[in-house]
């Protein structure tokens, strides 16, 4: 006889069935287009989310910039803003905004993983304090009082329902 019933919260089977959440399973499978779709938008972002393909645009940039120097300052300005700045950091922004996101699904999963240890040692736990119930209760019937049985009832006035938590009143 246990003097406590753990009841297990429905969120923790299915949680464990899932696993961490990863960038790519949040993407579209369904249909065949969804897929084909889903597929070349990550080709797209991975090839033009590349330091490789910042270099290219800075090179691509570089074949305007004699004209813009012969124009004059306002030319320049504008070559900077327009064509420079806008192809080459595109490229670099979203270089960073992939290692923000590998650094985040790493992050989530080591929260999975400390989540599912530290319930692993909340079960050791429970399972502990159901082996003092026993002792307590067989302790209670030897020094002839009765135990009061407590249930995981999310009651915080304390055991017997008083605010004192004397099982008397």
């Known amino acids: 006889m246990t003097l406590y019933q753990h009841i297990r919260h429905p969120h923790i089977a ?15 499978h369904g249909s065949a287009i969804n897929r084909f779709n889903t597929r070349v938008a990550i080709a797209i972002t ?4 590349s330091m490789w393909c910042a270099y290219l645009f800075a090179l691509f940039d570089l074949i305007s910039l004699p004209d813009a120097i012969h124009a004059g300052a306002s030319a320049i300005v504008s070559w ?7 192809l080459v950091l595109l490229s670099v922004i979203m270089v960073g905004q992939n290692v923000q996101a590998d650094a985040a699904d790493k992050r989530s999963e080591a ?20 082996q003092q119930d026993i002792l307590l209760t067989e302790l209670a019937q030897r020094m002839g009082i009765k135990p009061v049985p ?4 999310g009651d915080e006035s304390g055991p017997g329902g008083a605010e004192t938590g004397d099982p008397e009143s």
Do not use: K, M
């Open 14 to 28: 299915s949680r464990l069935a899932d696993g961490p959440v990863r960038v790519n399973d949040l993407l579209p």
């Open 46 to 49: 991975r090839a033009v989310g």
């Open 80 to 86: 900077v803003a327009q064509t420079f700045l806008q």
């Open 150 to 153: 407590v249930i995981d009832s």
């Open 111 to 130: 929260t999975f993983h400390d989540a599912s240890a530290t319930l692993h040692e909340v079960a050791h736990v429970q399972e502990h304090l159901a």
